[in-house]
Each structure stands twice: as structure tokens, then as C-alpha cells.
């Protein structure tokens, strides 16, 4: 079971990075499609992601067994499992 869990721990972890990455590299323009919009500060709201996104990505990599272990405690409380 702890395997399992590890591996969906794991596969979720991976999924949001690609996902967070890939929103990151959208060259989608709305100009494009003929729709204005207020976009805002957008160099500062990117820098913002990047950074909070690389901080995460450190995190991980340095305590990666604890998040794996906290997750699999988490899941096992939440299911009843001991």
C-alpha cells in the first residue's frame, strides 16, 4: 500500500510541476484572437510564479522522503489505514 501511495504521491507531484511549466510557456496571445483584455502586470506576475515554482522544485528535492512520508500518513489517516 505504501508503495502505491508513494507512486500516486509521486505522479501527482510530477503532473502540477509539468502543469505549472506548461502554463509558464504559453505563447497564447489574446491579441491574437482579436479579444483585449487588461492583462496587468504580467512580467511581474511571471517572475513571481518562476520564483515561487523554483522554491518548491528546491524544497522537494532536498526533502523529498519527508513529503513522501507526510503524504502516505496523510492518506493513511484519512482512509483509516494503520
Known sequence: MNTKIA?????????????????????????????EHDRGDVPG????????????????AVFREQVVTAVQNAFQSVSGAR
Open 7 to 35: 507512486a500516486t504521491a509521486g505522479a501527482w507531484l510530477t503532473t502540477m510541476t509539468l502543469s505549472l511549466l506548461a502554463r509558464l510557456t504559453s505563447t497564447a496571445d489574446p491579441a491574437e484572437s482579436g479579444e
Open 45 to 60: 506576475w511571471v517572475m513571481i510564479t518562476v520564483m515561487t515554482a523554483i522554491v518548491v522544485i528546491a524544497l522537494l
